[in-house]
């Protein structure tokens, strides 16, 4: 299949033995997904910003990131700005992007990346799979825009696939598979989105805690989701995954509420499972 660029970016975090920061190493890139340095962060963390030099996903692009935590390491990985997905050519396949993310014993994956925006007539697909050994955790969150509402551009993009695959010790614990195509199925059908135009999904891990934890944990959330939660506004959902961890669902009329929301509840679960206080990462341009 003829792709317009074929980008890739493979990364390795591991603890330095004598500091004990983790650091990062480029063991793979190829324009436009790039990494200029790890910065340290909170508890011994390397801090990385993903970057597009392209300035986003264009019609065609073929992207692979693949990063490793290793045993004991933390790697806080966030975008430079928002993730846009340009318009799509009729010559050229759906733009894709691949991620596939290990943790190995006692690593902690904070993936904070900022929204994914599909522009008018712009057609993308992305498989995250998400590999979790004893012991490791994982924050990861990923909210959608409408499109550039500035532009009346709402929902206004040919297709969005969003594919998820997360296992722990080998074994599932989170698998999706959303295809959204507005033109064909309007996502402001009643059993789709109705009134509301960002949606978030959040995954909170940690492999090996008893089910009574992530219970305890459910219901704590749960308080804050209704606390956050306005009717016609934003709708905020907690709910325990098989093991091993839970998900937060949001989905609300504009995006700043999705945002704090997510840090509000990466916060209180950062506290729970860590006893730590969850920082969000500063921002290089």
């Given amino acids: 299949m003829k792709y317009r660029v074929e980008g890739r970016l493979s990364l390795k975090f591991e603890i330095e033995p004598t500091t004990r920061q983790t650091i990062m190493r480029v063991l793979d890139t190829q324009p436009p997904l790039k990494v200029v340095r790890a910065f340290e962060a909170d508890y011994g963390a390397a801090l990385v910003h993903l ?3 392209s300035g986003g996903v264009l019609g065609g692009d073929h992207l692979i990131l693949k990063a490793h935590i290793g045993e004991g390491a933390r790697a806080q990985i966030t975008t430079t700005s928002a993730t846009r997905i340009y ?3 009729v010559d050229m396949p759906a733009s894709y992007q691949l991620n596939e993310l290990s943790v190995a014993e006692n690593g902690l994956l904070e993936l904070l990346p900022d929204p994914l925006i599909p522009f008018a007539y712009s057609a993308y697909q992305q498989r995250t799979s998400i590999k979790l050994a004893e012991g490791a955790g994982l924050f990861w969150w990923e909210t959608v825009a409408p499109g550039r509402e500035a532009r009346n551009e ?8 969003l594919e998820v695959d997360i ?5 599932p614990i989170a698998l999706e598979y959303a295809r959204l195509e507005p033109k064909l199925r ?3 059908s009643a059993a789709r989105l109705d009134a509301y135009r960002y949606f978030s999904t959040f995954y909170i891990c940690k492999v090996g805690l008893p089910a009574a934890q992530w219970t305890a944990l459910e219901a704590e959330l749960g308080e804050l989701a209704g606390m956050m939660t306005r009717a016609n506004e934003i709708l905020w959902g907690v709910s325990t995954l098989v093991r091993d961890g839970l998900v937060v669902r949001g989905v609300s009329c504009e995006g700043r509420s999705l945002s704090s929301g997510l840090l509000a509840f990466w916060r209180a679960a950062k506290l729970a499972l860590y ?7 500063r921002k290089v341009y």
């Fill in 154 to 161: 709402c929902f206004d993009y040919d297709l969005l696939g």
């Fill in 167 to 171: 296992q722990a010790k080998g074994r």
């Fill in 275 to 281: 006893g730590q206080i969850a920082t969000p990462p």
């Fill in 51 to 53: 970057h597009n030099v």
């Fill in 87 to 89: 318009r799509n050519r």
């Fill in 186 to 188: 309007p996502l402001s």
